[in-house]
Structures are given as C-alpha cells and as structure tokens.
C-alpha cells in the first residue's frame, strides 16, 4: 500500500468489504457516538463495537486466531498458556464487549517446556482484513487483576516479519505492576529488551476500570496515549543511528491475554482464575487536513 500524504489514514479492508459488512466504517452507514470526545481534527473511518449475542464469538471477517503455545520458546517469551479458538476463551458478553478468558487447563495442550499448559487463552489478529498506515488507533479495555496476567493491544507489520516488519505495543500491563502502563516500539536492532519504551503510572489499579489505549502514527512519529493523554513520543531520531526506521507501511491489529513468560512472571496463589480481558471497542481515526 502506498503511503499518503501527511495526516491521512490507509486502511486496508480486504475480506470487510467483499463480505458485505457496509465496510464497518463507510459514510453510507451512520455510527454511534464515539466514546472518545468529537474532535475535528479527527474522522472516525472504523470500528467493531462487538455487538452480538452473549456467548457468540466476534465477526470472522474482521478477526483471526493464532493458536498454540508456539514451539519457539513459548511465543518467544516462555508464555505458559495454550491459545484457542473456543468459546471458553473468546467470546462476545452480548452487552457489547468482548471477552478474552485467561483459565486453567487440565486438557492435553502441549506448551514450549514439553509439558502441557497450565492455562489457556485467546490471541486475536486482523492480519490480511484491517490495516492502518497513519492514523488515531484507539481501544478501550478494561484488564484483569493478578499476578501473571499480561493482556496487550498491539499491531505489527503486515509483511509478517519480526522484528524487521516492526511492532508497536499500543498497551502491555503486567499483573505484577498494577498501577502502570507501557508503550513500546520494537524493530532491527532494536527489539525484545532493547525496544524503545515507556510507562505511565496512574496512581491506582489499572484493572479497576476500564481505560482508552491509543496510538497516534503520523509519518515519521509515533505518540502514546493514555485516556487520550500522551506520554510517549517516538520518532527516527531515537532509532539506534545504525538501525532503520520500518513503520511507514501497513500494520495489523492484535489482543490477547498472555499468562506468566519472562517479563510478567507466573501467576501465584493469590490469581484468581478466570482473568477476563474485556473489550469495549476498537477504532481507527484519519487525521483531517489542517485548514
């Protein structure tokens, strides 16, 4: 896809378009009131709300899941859970959220240490169905108590290659630092450990409520923000000087609810099980032309 001009938004509809749901986000349909503030500056271009019945899972045509524990090392972070496509795990709550459960396994699901996982959950991708090139990229989740717990919303590179395709961690939490948010930029050289990052503490739980995580990607800049509050802002010139620059392209949305890896650690006795992970709403703005 090409690049626009400053300011726009290129989203990729592929399989939306073709399988007639109104484009999700075209002018001939008319949208509830986003929960983010009007601004003028921005246009709301697409959203899933997850309507639907209780139990059901969300729309095919917008979403995929990856499955299993990945025999690379637990998805590369020696993750301890098993992801599935069942409804056990993912699924819509019929008031217009959707549910990623975090549960115990007893089934025979092998995980990366060659035994079966503890826990299993879901991850979900549009890979292939929605993309953003620039835009406002926005959700609103509310995560889930406990040591353990790493639910992320996050998006890489379309070309499907890591980390020379690019990820940006629109929000990580980990169960261990209830009270703090990260934003993180992955590429070559610059990746895992050394990924350019930041935090932001709200002083209380994060799990206690529910709270809008978002991204601002224009050309040549990414700013995060929390409850539509930047407090992270990345551009080429913070690229290691012998590394690229690799997010000019289109990128594909994920959510999913890890359990334990290197980074949150494993739950302990005081984890409650099920975690649910819920989703609001996920929404992509374009940028209007200044006047």
Not at 130 to 151: C, D, S
Not at 269 to 283: E, H, I, L, N, Q
């Amino acid at each position: 896809m090409n690049n626009l001009e400053r300011g726009k938004t290129a989203v990729t509809w592929g399989l939306i378009c073709t399988l007639s749901l109104s484009c999700a986000a075209r002018a001939s349909r008319t949208l509830p009131l986003p929960a983010t503030p009007p601004d003028p500056a921005w246009t709301l271009i697409w959203q899933d709300d997850f309507g639907g019945a209780a139990g059901t899972q969300p729309d095919g045509r917008i979403w995929n899941y990856d499955y299993g524990n990945a025999a690379a090392n637990g998805w590369g972070n020696e993750e301890l859970q098993f992801y599935t496509r069942d409804t056990a795990n993912v699924r819509l709550d019929g008031q217009g959220h959707l549910e990623i459960r975090a549960l115990r396994n007893a089934a025979d699901l092998p995980c990366w240490h060659g035994d079966s996982c503890a826990y299993t959950s879901a991850r979900l991708t549009t890979r292939n169905k929605v993309t953003f090139t620039n835009g406002r990229i926005e959700a609103r989740i509310q995560v889930p108590p406990g040591a353990g717990f790493w639910p992320a919303f996050w998006s890489l590179g379309q070309s499907g290659r890591w980390p020379e395709g690019g990820e940006i961690d629109i929000m990580e939490w980990l169960g261990r630092e209830p009270n703090t948010v990260y934003g993180t930029l992955h590429g070559p050289g610059y990746s895992g450990a050394k990924g350019i990052s930041a935090s932001k503490s709200l002083g209380q739980a994060v799990s206690d409520g529910y709270h809008t995580f978002g991204v601002i990607k224009r050309p040549r800049e990414i700013v995060w923000l929390l409850d539509g509050q930047p407090y992270h802002r990345v551009t080429p010139d913070d690229v290691p000087a012998d590394r690229q620059w690799v997010f000019e392209q289109p990128f594909y949305l994920l959510l999913n609810l890890a359990v334990g890896g290197q980074w949150p650690g494993p739950p302990n006795a005081s984890t409650v099980f099920p975690g649910v992970m819920k989703v609001d709403y996920v929404r992509i703005w374009r940028e209007n032309p200044s006047p």
